[in-house]
């Protein structure tokens, strides 16, 4: 079984295969497709797999591909990576850039892609040497935070002892990664408001009730209350990223939707938080003579990192980056992940990828985000590592050590 003096080997195989894993990459990079609409990203998947000899099921989870290699006894390891993309016009320049106009992959997915084929590639050769059997989730349509239930609906994580996840980090350099324990994202709910004023001419507003107006006020005053009412030290992010409303520039609206994302980290003022937004909502609206309806349904709790499974990739990232470059996290971030749901059911951890590079990174769902392509290698090289010393410990093989 594996030790920390293979890790040298398996960079070495692992450089030999970046030239291929760039290739990989640029093409799922070129060719995007959103949430829900991943056919062939998912065949060109299944495809790489096939050649790798896997045991491949396609449409799990609507576009959602399993493969699975090793002896098929003993303990069976997961690997989850995402595949879906986001409705942003990319601005990068590059050659290799979004083919389709209005989608980009701005949050990673195409790196988590490659990673998860990175990995296939070094994991095949060994598969009839495993004391179990690994296998590969590549999700669909994380970015609508239902890729990961459709895929647990459809029995992928059935038997799992532990899984593990990935995901690129613009605020770490290249060659870094980044681990924590416990609280790791955020739980992230959907915030949808409707406001109902009284249309009317543009010309006499005090006629009308003008519901674009309340709208702003509902905006603004939920940030004024979540920085004076809610305690600071538990933090709550509340954005809006859509309003709808009105029919023309001379008319006063009669109805404004907006819609956002909530975010937190303190599960006991969760709890709290649905009751707490629409008292706050229907006080501001009520001031005005406005009506709202609230509604705010939960998209993703938190991803929590199982403490043994993050402390068997902390040191297996220690092999790979050395010591200096694993960063401990201390804070947990507001992003969201439905990585999340699977947590639920299987314990494992996830871990942030470095891929700024020496001129630094923009951030994630930005139209120019360009992470580095060296952050590859160290993703797929992290990944083998800890599999094949989880595989180890599982079987009392000698522990992998600097």
Known sequence: MANFHDVAALR???????????????HLHAHP????????????????????????????GGAGVVAELGTGSGPKLGLRVDMDALPIEECTGLPFASRRQGLMHACGHDIHTTVGLGVAHLMAPRAAQLPGTLRLLFQPAEEIAQGAGWMVNAGALEGLD???????????????????????????????????GESGHGARPHEALDAIWVASQVV???QEAVSRRLDPLHPVVISFGQIEGGCASNVIAKRVRLKGTV???????????SSWIEKVIQGIVAIHGAQAHVDLRSITPSVVNDP??????????????????????PQPSLGAEDFAQMLQHVPGCMFRLGVAGSEGCYPLHHGCFNPDEGAIAIGVDVLTVTLLHRFASTVGSAPLSP
């Open 12 to 26: 070495q195989e692992t450089e030999a295969l970046q030239g291929d894993l760039v290739k990989i990459r640029r």
């Open 33 to 60: 497709e959103l949430s829900g609409q991943e056919q062939q990203t998912a065949a060109f998947v299944a495809g790489a797999l096939y050649q790798l000899g896997c045991n491949v099921r396609e449409g799990v």
């Open 162 to 196: 532990a899984l593990f996840g990935v995901h690129v980090y613009p605020e770490l350099p290249v060659g870094k990664v980044g681990i924590r324990e416990g609280t790791f994202t955020a739980t992230s709910d959907e915030l949808t408001v409707e406001i109902v």
């Open 308 to 329: 043994s499974q993050t402390r068997c990739l902390a040191r297996a990232a220690c092999a790979v980056v050395g010591e200096e470059n694993v960063e401990h996290l």
């Open 220 to 222: 603004t005053g939920l």
């Open 263 to 273: 975010r937190c980290l303190n599960q006991g003022t969760h709890h709290k938080l």
